[in-house]
């Protein structure tokens, strides 16, 4: 069941209707949510939610044992029992097949004729996300920063609650469970934005990554040969754009969706083409996975407490395996490669330079100016300063975008030699671009102009939004499902992040 889908959006008004209508009675309310939660996830293959909830299980009995247990030794043996069934899971069903073929591609090579072992078995939808959600709980109350959930039915559905489920947000049980416990109320400006976020996820979603991945990206990267360079290079771009919207948009959804149900999520996007650096871009780009293998792996790998080079080491190892998180696939863990070498760099960068920068260093010559100065000379030197400033500003975000875009190469390409081939093409520097139509460029200027929209305007647009009378609300909601309508595809394209 597909967000962009006539289905979710009658599931959601039936899940919406029946959850305030039991709102009196709390466990009622998180009963049902459970349940249609997991109705949500049976749409894809029933016979996994045997999966998801033979995690939840293992976890919540696991939980419940760290908190109560002082022995340290057992509560290693505990918290190990609930991690090595989280990633049991995710080894078996999503990395088996890519390491049992790994391995008979080495011995094959050795000289030892070998068919890999590979089993028949689909990939879970999201199982990469409710099994970080799930391990995460068992950590924080090993580490005794949580307490366990108060109820079995409340940590049932903090891992299965539908919005995020198969594409996150990650949340954290310190941000869900409390809200559980608590009685949940719905007020006109949460509904109201609820609403917004909802309508500008699909606009996202529909309009702008399915339209770029229709009439571009898909066409150029499924045969890099048969374009220009500079066709290659716009569809580069607009994969950017394209997996941003398809992956905020869902954002989008899933946080308004949980707003109309009396929950809040936190953000995953702000502007992360707007980043000055990769330190930067990792600050804004899918916040929940980020944060993730900051608390949970980056720290545990040593973090920035154990000298520079450790620093580099567990940057570079924490990026490779957030690859591996996203694919079983060598261009995932090169895409993870690249990112942890470059975000390395940063952090050798901003080590060597310390507190001076580039622009501080020009703007700072620039306002070097004596007492005797006129008036006229301080306005110019001023001036030049704020011009310089914005300028090298602009440099170190392009430059961060573009670096991005390459990478991005990688993570979209079937494979390493796909990849090679799109870049291979971009180097011919081969002019003309009759393959993208008026249209095509009219989504990419939109993409990144709703990208550019300053976060303060766009709080200010869903206040709006939220405060207009419900039938101005309801006149938009039509106009907007218009739009989303007359520019859909003719078959519902998946979001891409339900591939993990």
Not at 52 to 81: E, H
Not at 355 to 367: C, E, F, K, N, S
Not at 393 to 414: D, E, P
Request: net charge positive; with cysteine.
């Amino acid at each position: 069941m597909l967000f962009n889908s006539i289905e979710f959006i009658i599931f959601l008004i039936v899940v919406f209707g029946i959850t305030w209508l039991v709102s009196r009675w709390r466990m009622v309310q998180t009963i049902f949510l459970l349940v249609a939660s997991y109705f949500f996830y049976a749409n894809w293959n029933p016979w996994y939610l045997f999966l998801i909830f033979f995690t939840s299980n293992v976890d919540y009995l696991v939980g419940g044992a760290l908190y109560r247990t002082t022995d340290q030794t057992r509560r290693k043996l505990l918290l190990w029992l609930s991690l090595g069934t989280d990633l049991g899971v995710l080894a078996v069903f999503k990395y088996f097949n890519f390491f049992a073929s790994q391995v008979a591609t080495s011995m094959n090579a050795a000289g030892m004729s070998v068919d890999p072992v590979l089993l028949a078995v689909a990939l879970p939808v999201g199982i990469s996300f409710f099994t970080f959600q799930s391990m995460s709980y068992t950590i924080d109350i090993y580490r005794r920063q949580l307490e366990p959930a108060d109820s079995y039915w409340q940590y049932l559905l903090f891992v299965a609650f539908f919005p995020q489920l198969v594409a996150g947000p990650i949340v954290r049980a310190s941000v869900f469970l409390p809200q559980v416990r608590q009685p949940r109320g719905l007020s006109r400006e949460m509904g109201g934005i609820g609403l917004f976020l909802i309508m500008s996820g699909l606009v996202k979603k529909v309009c702008i990554a399915d339209y770029l991945a229709v009439n571009l990206v898909d066409r150029v990267f499924e045969n890099p040969t048969w374009f220009t360079s500079a066709e290659v290079l716009a569809a580069v771009y607009g994969y950017a754009f394209q997996i941003y919207c398809d992956f905020s948009g869902y954002s989008d959804v899933a946080i308004g969706a949980a707003l109309l149900l009396g929950f809040r999520l936190p953000d995953n996007f702000r502007s992360p083409y707007g980043a000055v650096n990769l330190r930067d871009f990792w600050r804004r780009w899918h916040i929940s996975l980020s944060t993730w293998l900051r608390d949970y792996l980056y720290i545990p790998l040593g973090g920035s407490r154990k000298g520079p080079w450790r620093t580099y080491l567990a940057l570079a190892a924490t990026m490779v395996l957030g690859g591996l998180w996203h694919g079983a696939a060598w261009t995932f863990v090169v895409w993870g490669g690249l990112h942890g070498v470059a975000l390395a760099l940063t952090r050798v960068f901003q080590r060597l330079r310390g507190p001076v920068t580039v622009r501080g260093m020009v703007t700072g010559a620039l306002l070097d100016m004596g007492p005797g100065d006129p008036a006229w000379a301080r306005v110019t030197r001023a001036t030049s300063a704020v011009v310089v400033d914005t300028a090298v500003r602009v440099g170190m975000i392009l430059l961060t975008f573009h670096f991005v875009c390459f990478a991005w190469i990688f993570f979209r390409a079937k494979s390493y030699d796909h990849a090679v081939a799109i870049l291979g093409q971009l180097a011919k520097l081969t002019p003309g671009s009759a393959n993208v139509v008026p249209t095509v460029a009219l989504a990419l200027f939109a993409a990144w102009a709703l990208h550019c929209l300053p976060d303060q305007w766009v709080g200010l647009l869903r206040k709006i939004f939220a405060r207009m009378p419900f039938v101005v609300q309801a006149l938009i909601m039509v106009a907007v499902s218009a739009l989303v309508y007359s520019v859909a595809q003719s078959k519902v394209v998946p979001f891409i992040y339900f591939q993990f």
